[in-house]
């Protein structure tokens, strides 16, 4: 299924055509996929290049890894993630490496390298979906998180499948349209409420 984004002005057709359905074909990825996912988090830029991401990969071929990656997700994600050909969950270090000092800007490098991996899993015809519905003290624990390493976001990839799929209350959501605000409500300039679209 399609859902490209409705826009005022046009964008890059990757960044239209990205969207994050739950629907999934129970299908594993090459390790080429999963590679070139990766080195487009590599390659995210970030504040002092501190590259504050960090990566938990689950491939659905170690049966054994899926799953205890499947666990560290809340119920309601893990019941259509569970399809996915690859789980991940982002982790961010929150300290400088060089002066230990709180890195301010760790989340949102890990999730600029997020929005790159979204763009890259597009353009290999896959499809991705984030979560924040993770546990995150299961995370720590079966990860053996250190001190500073903070679990950000679940991360489930793979091709996506049609809406008939999922148990009916998600396939209705699945087809629902793409909502967003709209410029003129989240863009402005000279005071804050200002619209910078007229
Ligand atoms: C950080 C983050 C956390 C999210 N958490 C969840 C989640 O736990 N469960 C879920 O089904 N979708 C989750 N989503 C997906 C959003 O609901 C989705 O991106 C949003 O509705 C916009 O839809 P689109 O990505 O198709 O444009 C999350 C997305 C992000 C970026």
Redesign the pocket.
Known sequence: ME?P?ETQFPIQDLIAR???P?AFQPKALSREQVGALLEAVRWAPSSFNEQPWRMMVAERGDAAAFEAMLGCL?P??QTWAQHAGLLMVSLAQTRFKRNDRVNRHAFHDV?LA?GQLGIQATALGLSL??????DVDRIRQTYALQEGCEPV??VAVGYAAEPESLPENLAERERAP?QRMALKDLVFTGTFGHPWLG
Request: proline letters at 0%; a positive charge; glycine letters at 20%.
């Open positions: 859902k984004a990205r969207w994050s739950r809340l309601g994600n999730g997020m979906h984030q979560m924040a519905g993770i976001a679940g793409r």
